[in-house]
């Protein structure tokens, strides 16, 4: 299958201070990219949907401002944490999907630790 | 309420055995249905992937099937591993929708 690289896998930062996860899609062009943020023992919660070139779609209190997401080109979307704050922490993870609606790749995920 | 909801919630079973899991669903029209394994602090890898004209779908030990008419999909491992331990999640994609929902996962544990 398609190959989607999320880095880095593990980050510590601390409060007020701004983290940056990468996703890309290593082996095909991808026009929409997930991310989504996942609590222990809970299922994946969708926080945005981005297409390359377009402003990303927020999913209901989804913070816009603090959860910046970039998708400048078809390999690569960014997830910016911005001022974190420990409740911040919790495993990220991203997905990337061709065009259309066709199968959708996830990442390893970003365990997110904010001290 | 979830539009997916997956059963059990969790599950112990001894190497070698087999085990069924559930996902009964809500949403319709829908495109696909999606299996993933989730191994702890690692992303979802897809399993199997059924339209809506497919009943089943096998994937080496993992076997799904699907019954669009009573919205029950399930997952059928047999001969389990030790590595079958994980969350495997039930996905659904709305019809003409970009959008994925997912079950919550059923924790698989396999022991010794």
């Known amino acids: 299958g398609a190959v989607v690289s999320q880095h880095p896998s593990r980050v510590i930062c601390k409060s007020g201070t701004s983290v940056k996860i990468e996703c890309r899609s290593l082996?095909?062009?991808?026009?929409?990219m997930f991310w989504y943020r996942q609590f222990p023992k809970q299922s994946l919660m969708l926080m945005a949907t981005?297409?390359?070139?377009?402003?990303?779609?927020?999913e209901q209190g989804v913070e816009k401002d603090k959860f910046l997401i970039n998708h400048a080109s078809l390999t690569l979307s960014t997830l910016t944490v911005t001022s974190a704050h420990p409740e911040d922490s919790s495993f990220y993870i991203c997905?990337?999907?061709?065009?259309?609606?066709?199968?959708?790749?996830f990442g390893q995920g970003t365990r997110l630790t904010v001290v | 309420k979830n539009q997916v909801e997956q059963s059990p919630q969790s599950l112990i079973i001894l190497e070698g055995k087999n085990c069924t899991l559930q996902?009964?669903?809500?949403?319709?029209?829908?495109?696909?249905l999606r299996w993933y394994k989730q191994d702890t602090g690692r992303g979802p890898v897809s399993l199997t992937i059924?339209?809506?004209?497919?009943n089943t779908k096998s994937n080496g030990r993992y076997t799904a099937t699907l019954d669009a008419d009573t919205k029950q999909s399930s997952l059928h491992i047999t001969a389990s591993q030790l590595s079958d331990s994980a969350s495997y999640i039930c996905?659904?994609?709305?019809?003409?929708?970009?959008?994925?929902?997912f079950g919550a996962g059923t924790r698989l544990t396999v022991k010794p």
């Open positions: 996902c009964n669903y809500t949403v319709s029209p829908f495109s696909n």
């Open positions: 997905s990337a999907r061709g065009t259309g609606a066709g199968e959708a790749f």
């Open positions: 981005s297409n390359e070139g377009s402003k990303a779609t927020y």
């Open positions: 996905v659904v994609s709305p019809y003409n929708n970009n959008d994925m929902r």
């Open positions: 059924m339209t809506f004209s497919e």
């Open positions: 082996d095909f062009q991808a026009t929409t």
